[in-house]
């Protein structure tokens, strides 16, 4: 938590910046500091800002940062209490409390997907059967976070307490709703603002919830891997949790992008979804760069080639 002494709320957001920011870059802060092109502020100096201004003058903004350029933006955000939220929920009724309906389907999809597709599983042996952790694959369909948990598997995991970061737009459909619910989604803004949907998926895992979380932040168009985001490997040091790095391949096969449904059936047997779990990553004092770059290297290590 960053201490300030400040007499003001613009001087004591920029003691708080200058905390974040790097050394060089924080001699200049003023009010008309630009994040991005004056800062080089990503999506986790985002949310470290957010935690640290709450922590310092009790109010919490991580739901304004839409439209949020300048010093002088966070600054008009506080003095008028916050303001309101730009999304049209509250991130805090996130993850959906499950009910027995929501494990009984999802047990189910699990069970009929191990059915309807040829699943290979290889280092299985290294998922915990207690403990909290981060599972970490690739995304190459919208299928992939059930398909990892079938591969898991209820017995390895308590499915009451099973978390993952999803976009805002499958709210917007009382199927994807139903899905999220059983999969414990967790809403992540459309403007690209990762900081609320972040704070609640670090609450999750320190409440001892498994959480899910595609590095790459959305799916792949041609199949190939793209490159990873830090959000994992952030949570995974503020939270003192491992990675998991998964690979996952044949679902842009079954599920690619221009479908509306995955195939089911083809002459000659089901389709096959191969899905390895590589060793656990602990952070270990690594930088969110250097844990990333690790886990990246070893999801692509684990590519399935033919």
């Given at each position: 938590?960053?201490?300030?002494?400040?007499?003001?709320?613009?001087?004591?957001?920029?003691?708080?910046?200058?905390?974040?920011?790097?050394?060089?870059?924080?001699?200049?802060?003023?009010?008309?500091?630009?994040?991005?092109?004056?800062?080089?502020?990503?999506?986790?100096?985002?949310?470290?800002?957010?935690?640290?201004?709450?922590?310092?003058?009790?109010?919490?903004?991580?739901?304004?940062?839409?439209?949020?350029?300048?010093?002088?933006?966070?600054?008009?955000?506080?003095?008028?209490?916050?303001?309101?939220?730009?999304?049209?929920?509250?991130?805090?009724?996130?993850?959906?409390?499950?009910?027995?309906?929501?494990?009984?389907?999802?047990?189910?999809?699990?069970?009929?997907?191990?059915?309807?597709?040829?699943?290979?599983?290889?280092?299985?042996?290294?998922?915990?059967?207690?403990?909290?952790?981060?599972?970490?694959?690739?995304?190459?369909?919208?299928?992939?976070?059930?398909w990892v948990?079938?591969?898991?598997?209820?017995?390895?995991?308590?499915?009451?307490?099973?978390?993952?970061?999803?976009?805002?737009?499958?709210?917007?459909?009382?199927?994807?709703?139903?899905l999220l619910?059983?999969?414990?989604?967790?809403?992540?803004?459309?403007?690209?603002?990762?900081?609320?949907?972040?704070?609640?998926?670090?609450?999750?895992?320190?409440?001892?919830?498994?959480?899910?979380?595609?590095?790459?932040?959305?799916?792949?168009?041609?199949?190939?891997?793209?490159?990873?985001?830090?959000?994992?490997?952030?949570?995974?040091?503020?939270?003192?949790?491992?990675?998991?790095?998964?690979?996952?391949?044949?679902?842009?096969?079954?599920?690619?992008?221009?479908?509306?449904?995955?195939?089911?059936?083809?002459?000659?047997?089901?389709?096959?979804?191969k899905i390895?779990?590589?060793?656990?990553?602990?952070?270990?004092?690594?930088?969110?760069?250097?844990?990333?770059?690790?886990?990246?290297?070893?999801?692509?290590?684990?590519?399935?080639?033919?």
């Amino acid at each position: 938590m960053v201490s300030v002494k400040a007499t003001d709320t613009a001087s004591t957001v920029m003691q708080i910046i200058s905390a974040i920011a790097s050394k060089e870059l924080s001699k200049s802060i003023n009010l008309d500091s630009h994040f991005k092109y004056d800062l080089a502020f990503d999506s986790l100096n985002m949310v470290e800002l957010c935690i640290a201004i709450e922590g310092a003058l009790k109010t919490s903004i991580e739901s304004r940062l839409s439209n949020v350029n300048t010093v002088r933006d966070i600054v008009t955000i506080i003095e008028n209490n916050g303001g309101i939220s730009d999304v049209p929920y509250n991130i805090d009724d996130f993850p959906i409390q499950k009910k027995q309906k929501h494990i009984r389907r999802l047990k189910l999809l699990m069970r009929l997907s191990r059915i309807a597709w040829r699943f290979e599983l290889t280092g299985t042996q290294n998922i915990p059967t207690n403990g909290r952790y981060i599972l970490c694959p690739n995304h190459q369909s919208h299928f992939d976070s059930l398909w990892v948990w079938a591969a898991v598997g209820s017995k390895n995991v308590d499915l009451k307490k099973i978390s993952c970061l999803a976009k805002q737009e499958h709210l917007e459909r009382k199927s994807s709703v139903f899905l999220l619910s059983m999969l414990g989604g967790i809403p992540v803004d459309r403007s690209g603002n990762t900081a609320p949907a972040m704070k609640r998926a670090l609450a999750c895992l320190q409440d001892g919830h498994t959480m899910l979380i595609h590095p790459e932040g959305t799916r792949t168009l041609d199949g190939k891997m793209g490159e990873f985001k830090g959000g994992a490997a952030k949570l995974a040091i503020d939270a003192g949790v491992d990675l998991i790095p998964v690979r996952i391949d044949g679902a842009w096969d079954i599920f690619p992008p221009h479908r509306k449904r995955p195939k089911v059936f083809r002459f000659g047997g089901r389709y096959p979804i191969k899905i390895s779990f590589g060793a656990l990553i602990k952070p270990d004092g690594k930088s969110v760069e250097e844990l990333t770059a690790q886990l990246q290297s070893e999801v692509a290590r684990m590519e399935h080639t033919e």
